[in-house]
């Protein structure tokens, strides 16, 4: 039997790929997420919030089409699957910091939603107080293939995009966006550290993963929340004579570890 590719074992984790992605149509939807999980239990499954959004409307839309459209979108972003240990995880996380929580939303949509991932560039590589323009955004989404979008659609998904990081904290300002530095905190760096190990890395290569460099925070503050999320128990980290440990092997089942197994061969 052939081996699974990176990308398929990644898939099977929870990541997703391709060209398109949630926000060609929402945000990260971060207030629709906290209503969400404060009425459903965090060992929830799959049906349990398809139940909860569409046949008890616990997010109040007008709706049954607006409701099963909800749930589309946020299952689309957050795959809401704890079979799935990228979004399982993430829910394990979620209620140890509430602060924390947008960002921790921001960090699965960015694994799961390929057209937020391509804005990332333009976001991180401003420095505070830097104006982004929506004009900017679009020209990194348009870059490989300059006719994908009709300019109406550009706009709005750019828009979508802005949104989020607002949401998050990476920009604030309605019309004119300005960069600012975002909360983060030692759940999001233990967050962080899980993605790059799911993804097959260990050691001093978690810390200049792209998941880690969404948090855009110097390593030595880095360093600091990884030893604090480890005394919290979120995850193993350990740093002795240089040489970074960091395990993550008790929030994966069998069958998990050894996908992981074959990454590494």
């Not at 992605?21 to 997420?33: C, K, Q, V, Y």
Request: charged letters at 25%.
């Amino acid at each position: 039997m052939e081996k699974p590719t990176h990308q398929e074992i990644l898939i099977k984790l929870g990541f997703k790929f391709g060209k398109n992605g949630a926000h060609s149509s929402r945000t990260i939807m971060f207030s629709e997420l906290k209503s969400l999980f404060s009425v459903t239990h965090a060992t929830a499954q799959l049906a349990d919030y398809q139940n909860a959004i569409i046949s008890h409307n616990c997010l109040n839309k007008a709706t049954e089409s607006s409701r099963k459209l909800t749930y589309r979108h946020l299952k689309d972003l957050y795959s809401m699957d704890i079979r799935l240990p990228l979004f399982r995880v993430f829910r394990q996380f979620w209620d140890s910091d509430p602060q924390a929580q947008v960002m921790l939303a921001l960090q699965l949509a960015y694994a799961r939603d390929p057209l937020f991932r391509m804005s990332s560039d333009c976001i991180i590589t401003h420095q505070p107080g830097e104006h982004i323009q929506r004009e900017e955004i679009e020209n990194l989404l348009t870059k490989n293939d300059p006719d994908r979008f009709s300019p109406a659609s550009l706009k709005s998904f750019a828009q979508n995009i802005n949104s989020s990081w607002t949401q998050a904290g990476f920009l604030k300002g309605k019309g004119r966006k300005i960069r600012q530095t975002p909360t983060i905190l030692p759940v999001n760096v233990a967050y962080a550290l899980f993605q790059g190990y799911l993804c097959g890395l260990s050691g001093e290569r978690l810390f200049n993963s792209s998941w880690i460099k969404l948090l855009n925070t110097p390593l030595e503050r880095l360093e600091e929340m990884a030893s604090a999320a480890s005394y919290r128990g979120l995850i193993d980290y350990k740093k002795s004579g240089g040489v970074v440990d960091v395990r993550c092997n008790d929030f994966l089942n069998p069958d998990e570890q050894q996908l992981l197994q074959n990454i590494d061969e």
